[in-house]
């Protein structure tokens, strides 16, 4: 998608330091934290909500699922944390590309 900052993350037109990518993914830290540590996992594939996902696209999300706890160093997961999926502007979701949260580093309340 032409204005949407992750897909230009991803095409590398916008520098962003990257804690893991691969050719599906790629996790970086939020650019507003929510929590001592807190990442973005994002596919780099552009679709907005995951009802628009295709079963090639959850192949490659439950790669992220398994992935993130594999990056427990990298993302402090030690004492435990959080993934969170807004969807749509009631669901709280900033930027129309489906990506994970990945709380961590603090004691999170509900």
Request: overall charge positive; aromatic content about 10%; charged content about 25%.
């Amino acid at each position: 998608m032409e204005n949407c900052i992750f897909c230009k993350i991803a095409n590398k037109e916008i520098k962003s330091d990257f804690i893991y990518e691969d050719k599906d993914f790629f996790i970086i830290k939020d650019a507003h934290p929510k929590a001592r540590y807190h990442f973005l996992a994002i596919p780099k594939k552009h679709y907005g909500l995951l009802a628009e996902a295709t079963t090639d696209d959850a192949k490659v999300l439950g790669r992220i699922l398994f992935t993130i706890p594999k990056l427990s160093k990298e993302l402090h997961l030690e004492g435990g944390y959080r993934l969170v999926v807004n969807q749509g502007e009631n669901g709280g979701q900033a930027i129309p590309h489906l990506h994970i949260h990945i709380l961590s580093g603090e004691k999170l309340r509900v």
